[in-house]
T-cell receptor, first 112, second 118 residues
Framework: AQSVAQPEDQVNVAEGNPLTVKCTYS??????LFWYVQYPNRGLQFLLK??????LVKGSYGFEAEFNKSQTSFHLKKPSALVSDSALYFC??????????FGKGTRLHILP | DAGVIQSPRHEVTEMGQEVTLRCKPI?????LFWYRQTMMRGLELLIY????????DSGMPEDRFSAKMPNASFSTLKIQPSEPRDSAVYFC????????????????FGPGTRLLVL
């Protein structure tokens, strides 16, 4: 079965510094990978996805993610963090029949 | 489009009562998903529908939970009888299928229903 792992429960970054939120995956076949963000008291919002093509995927709010097949990783990155980026981030992979499997989430704290 | 609409946004009920959560997906989307989110268990997929037909309900915790989708624009998740351990935020999401050239697979989430069972 497809799965994703987010090894960090929480990541703290100073405002203005680059940030990385880690995700590794396990799939059979070609991976369809996603990042979603959840702000307090809101539903999840789509950030970006990788299906095929360029390994560097750009998404909303200045985020990007790098697909690395050899390391089976899909880390989320941003060059300069904002306090408003503080939220819960979910990595996800498409399973069979269009079902999406979500990771347990990583809480990102941007410190002013 | 208004996005995925869920009602009520908040529900407080007493143990043993019936609870019905409602969802209106984005028009034209053919997949609908129900999730539950708690601090302890994270985000769990309960059930999902394709073209109003339940495809996988293996995430439904027990027989007290049931979900229906009578038409393409409406779905309900019912808990009867409710228990305190059902307290959670319940999300509905919709998407186009992966075969859609309009950008399938991306799920669009509603704002959630925060349920508290006393």
């Amino acid at each position: 079965a497809q799965s994703v792992a987010q090894p960090e429960d929480q990541v703290n970054v100073a405002e203005g510094n680059p940030l990385t939120v880690k995700c590794t995956y396990s799939v059979s076949g070609n991976p369809y990978l996603f990042w979603y963000v959840q702000y307090p008291n809101r539903g999840l919002q789509f950030l970006l996805k990788y299906i095929t093509g360029d390994n560097l995927v750009k998404g909303s709010y200045g985020f990007e993610a790098e697909f690395n097949k050899s390391q089976t990783s899909f880390h989320l990155k941003k060059p300069s963090a904002l306090v408003s980026d503080s939220a819960l981030y979910f990595c996800a992979v498409r399973d069979i029949d269009d079902k999406i499997i979500f990771g347990k989430g990583t809480r990102l704290h941007i410190l002013p | 489009d208004a996005g995925v609409i869920q009602s009520p946004r908040h529900e407080v009920t007493e143990m043993g009562q019936e609870v019905t959560l409602r969802c209106k997906p984005i028009s034209g989307h053919d997949y609908l998903f129900w999730y539950r989110q708690t601090m302890m268990r994270g985000l769990e997929l309960l059930i999902y529908f394709n073209n109003n037909v339940p495809i996988d309900d293996s995430g439904m915790p027990e027989d007290r939970f049931s979900a229906k989708m009578p038409n393409a624009s409406f779905s309900t998740l019912k808990i009867q009888p409710s228990e305190p351990r059902d307290s959670a935020v319940y999300f509905c999401a919709s998407s186009l299928g992966s075969g859609s050239l309009a950008g399938g697979e991306t799920q669009y989430f509603g704002p959630g229903t925060r349920l508290l069972v006393l």
